[in-house]
Nanobody, 125 residues
């Protein structure tokens, strides 16, 4: 079984920065890609960022492009980060990390096999 645990959420003023962490443990696949999603109250869970198994390929939702960056801490892939800069009030949501079998970074949440419990990010004006 795979376990994902997010951390690093909190309250920050608009324009500030946060770094989220996602720690993977358990019987992970030999090659897996990961992603970040978020869900605001009353809204669907939406894609934020995805990273390939090598870490060499990433892509982002248009709303966060240029402000957010997803990366692995090292080659073991056990810890993935989401660096969030220039935060906006509309970035307020619960942020989830997800893991899937396969090397390719994928945007659709339907292709992810495991999810973390989420961490709250609140951006104040």
């Amino acid at each position: 079984q795979v376990r994902l645990v997010e951390s690093g959420g909190g309250l920050v003023q608009a324009g500030g920065s946060l770094r989220l962490s996602c720690t993977a443990s358990g019987r992970t696949f030999s090659r897996y890609s990961m992603g970040w999603f978020r869900q605001a109250p009353g809204q669907e869970r939406e894609f934020v960022a995805a990273i390939s198994s090598s870490g060499g390929s990433t892509f982002y939702a248009d709303s966060v492009k240029g402000r957010f960056a997803a990366f692995f801490r090292d080659y073991t892939q056990n810890i993935m980060y989401l660096q969030m800069n220039s935060l906006k009030v509309e970035d307020t949501a619960v942020y989830y990390c997800a893991l899937r079998s396969g090397r390719t970074a994928v945007q659709s949440k339907d292709f992810y096999d495991y999810w973390g419990q989420g961490t709250q990010v609140t951006v104040s004006s």
